[in-house]
């Protein structure tokens, strides 16, 4: 396990947290039929937060941050994003799902269309913005992400990290305020996950709003602001990550550590 | 340093395949006599071939063309010294027939040019990265001309029904604002249903009285031939893909009703042989019918075979669907994409890219099926070869026609094959 994500100087100065809330998550349970997948989750994230959520496999990580953009529904409490609570009212969960960036640990670009109409489809349908000027965005954003050269090209046509690479550049064309990322170097080499984190790091100094399941602790250390432990579907532990690290409190926490750290 | 130790001081230039790698040489030797088994196999069906060319080419090439009857051809084949040859007279004679039923002969630039016309409006749908994509105009209206150019009629017919999908819009439009999307999809539908059944006769009537402007009817009856199987064919494989997406995504859907009249309608007509369909659709509706209605008959073929081929359209589409991956619609809704719009510009696409194989093979499928309509007294090549083979002038002849009839339905299944290869090929985007 890498214990630093790049060599290079991370520009801390930039990454503020303001007063201003962006999620707020208030006693949220779900079940998946009868099984208690999130238990009482209780979060609040201010804009400009890098958060990092670790934990065991099964422990719900991914369910949490996809009932955060409603991919999964929950059955009590509340969940806010920017002001809006999803329901199951749809112009709220359009409205927040435009807020919010999602990247997927298997990219899940749309494999019938170019990098360049990948980027531009969700601009172009939803946000009506016109061709034109839904191509410029994302060429700037393709170039941020360091593969303009590639635009033309179908993604069944690129490494596993310029996919990736290409899926942050299509959450970022919607302009969204808050970016949700699923492990998304889990599917990669070594090598390609630089890559990828090189530009997470970017959007973090960029000062985005970001929550991470990962299991790049180099990555949780450099960048973020807080790191949220979870196991059995609910928060176990949660502190900046120089406390977090060498300083754990739960049995469950240290365990977790030992094992991923350790040796 | 170990003896194994080595380093190369000089690059190699590339060089020639050796001959005996390439050229037509290798090309046969790898492709037909690779090993002993293939070479027995190579020479057996090159013998067979070869047997049944010395058998088939002279049948083919018999002087017959002019023969009138069956007895006229066999005296021109004794004639010639040209015996077991085949009699094409009947093909000459009936060709026309064959092709156009009774249509009226002074007529038949009309199924003509509504054939050449269909070759316009298939253009941009087929070729979409060849054709000027304005022509899709033409295409969009050409449903509604086709059916004019075939049975004739007051122009305001075909305008009246195509004014049926203004009006449902229009209320769609209206009403989805008033009170809710779901309520003003309903509501445009019956808009454009009672239109069509109720009101648009009026509307004809009414506008054919002040500006009698048509063309010459023709009946259903007179309809026959490749033209009839065309027609029906067409239609069925226009309608039937739309009507298979629908179908596929109501048996998706989270609406109970929906789910379950799709499931119901698509088990219900698979469970059921076409031709039990088509009898329904010749005898049973008519009992059912108001008396005194006039419902065509082929209008009634045309939709039994429409629900037919939509039936196995939809199972078809549904396998496509099955095969996508469910992060491309959480890709989709994560972007924000809403259900029409996702299934719109992700999944469809992809799902009927996946289905192509399957969807040509239903299309290939319901186009031979028309002539099962001969069953039902429709004159379709086969109904009429019974007649032919009826005329005691060519009693007795099968070859010649069956084999007319067969090359002809297999130029265009064929072409169908090929097109989808190609649509394959040229969708194909790298591999996943
Ligand atoms: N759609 C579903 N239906 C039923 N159970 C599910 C569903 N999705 C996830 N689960 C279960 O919920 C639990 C939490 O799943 P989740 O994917 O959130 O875990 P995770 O923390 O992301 O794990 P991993 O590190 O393996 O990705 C697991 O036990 C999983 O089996
Ligand atoms: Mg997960």
């Known amino acids: ?263 | 340093m170990s003896d194994k130790a080595y380093v190369r001081t000089e690059m190699l230039e590339p060089r020639d395949p050796p001959p005996s790698s390439v050229g037509p040489i290798h090309w046969i030797r790898e492709n037909l006599f690779a090993t002993w088994f293939d070479a027995i196999l190579t020479i057996l069906s090159a013998a067979a071939i070869i047997g049944l060319l010395i058998e088939v080419v002279p049948w083919l090439l018999s002087p017959t063309w002019g023969g009138t009857s069956l007895d006229n051809c066999r005296k021109i084949l004794a004639a010639a010294n040209h015996d077991g040859g085949a009699c094409w007279g009947v093909i000459s004679e009936r060709w026309l027939q064959m092709l156009f039923g009774f249509y009226p002969a002074e007529l038949y630039w009309r199924p003509i040019a509504a054939f050449v016309l269909l070759g316009v409006a298939l253009a941009p749908v087929l070729f979409s990265d060849k054709v000027p994509g304005k022509l899709l105009y033409f295409t969009a209206a050409y449903p509604f001309f086709f059916p004019w150019l075939l049975w004739g009629g007051t122009i305001w017919g075909p305008l009246a029904a195509a004014a049926g999908f203004f009006i449902g819009y229009g209320v769609y439009v209206v009403a989805s604002r008033m009170v809710g999307n779901l309520t003003g999809v309903i509501a445009g539908i019956l808009a454009a249903i009672i239109w069509w059944l109720v009101l648009s006769g009026y509307a004809v009537d009414a506008l054919a009285g002040i500006a009698p402007i048509g063309i010459e009817p023709v009946e259903s009856r007179k309809f026959g031939g490749f033209m009839l199987s065309i027609t029906i064919g067409v239609v069925a494989i226009g309608a039937s893909l739309p009507l298979g997406i629908v179908l596929a995504l109501g048996r998706q859907s989270d609406l109970m009703i929906v789910k379950y009249l799709s499931v119901w309608f698509i088990e219900f007509i698979r469970g059921v042989p076409l031709i039990t369909l088509l009898f329904v659709a010749s005898t049973l509706l008519n009992i059912f019918m108001p008396p005194g209605t006039d419902f065509d008959i082929i209008l009634r073929v045309l939709i039994m075979v429409t629900l037919f081929a939509s039936a196995y359209m939809a199972e078809v589409i549904r396998g496509g669907l099955a095969a996508l991956p469910k992060g491309q619609y959480e890709a989709a809704d994560a972007l924000g994409l809403d259900y029409w719009k996702a299934q719109r510009l992700v999944i469809m696409p992809q799902a009927l890219k996946i289905s192509i194989p399957g969807i040509v093979s239903t299309f290939i499928g319901v186009f031979k099926d028309t002539t099962l309509v001969s069953i039902i007294g429709l004159l379709d090549p086969l109904g009429l070869s019974n007649a032919i083979r009826a005329d005691s002038a060519w009693n007795g002849i099968v070859w010649e026609l069956y084999g007319f009839i067969a090359l002809i339905f297999f130029v265009f299944t064929f072409s169908m094959s090929r097109y989808s290869m190609y649509l394959e090929r040229k969708l194909h985007t790298g591999h996943r």
Not at chain 1, 151 to 179: E, T
Not at chain 1, 180 to 187: G, I, M, N, V, W
């Open chain 1, 1 to 263: 396990m890498s214990q630093l994500a790049v060599d290079r100087e991370i520009d801390r100065s930039k990454m503020k947290v303001s007063d201003e809330v962006a999620i707020e998550i208030i006693g949220m349970n779900k079940w998946f039929g009868s099984f208690h997948v999130l238990r009482d989750i209780n979060l609040t994230v201010n804009r400009g937060e890098r958060i990092v959520i670790a934990g065991p496999s099964g422990s719900g990580k991914s369910t949490l941050i996809r009932c955060i953009n409603a991919l999964e529904e929950h059955q009590e409490g509340k969940i806010i994003v920017e002001g809006t609570e999803l329901s199951s009212d749809l112009k709220n969960i359009d409205k927040i799902r435009s807020e919010v960036g999602m990247v997927f640990q298997h990219f899940n670009l749309f494999p019938h269309l170019t990098v360049l109409e990948n980027c531009t489809l969700a601009p172009i349908w939803v946000r009506k913005t016109p061709r034109k000027e839904a191509e410029e965005r994302a060429m700037h954003f393709l170039e941020k992400v360091k593969i303009p050269e590639q635009a033309n090209k179908y993604p069944g046509q690129l490494s596993g990290g310029q996919q990736q690479r290409v899926a942050i550049a299509r959450s970022l064309c919607m302009m969204p305020k808050i970016m949700l990322f699923d492990e998304p170097t889990s599917a990669l080499d070594p090598e390609m996950i630089k890559e990828v984190l090189d530009t997470m790091i970017e959007l973090a100094e960029e000062g985005m709003t970001m929550l991470c399941v990962t299991h790049e602790m180099g990555f949780a250390r450099q960048v973020a602001n807080r790191v949220i432990f979870m196991d059995a579907g609910q928060i176990v532990e949660q502190n900046e990550p120089e406390e977090f690290f060498n300083n754990p409190q739960s049995d469950r926490t240290k365990l977790f550590l030992s094992q991923i750290l350790g040796h």
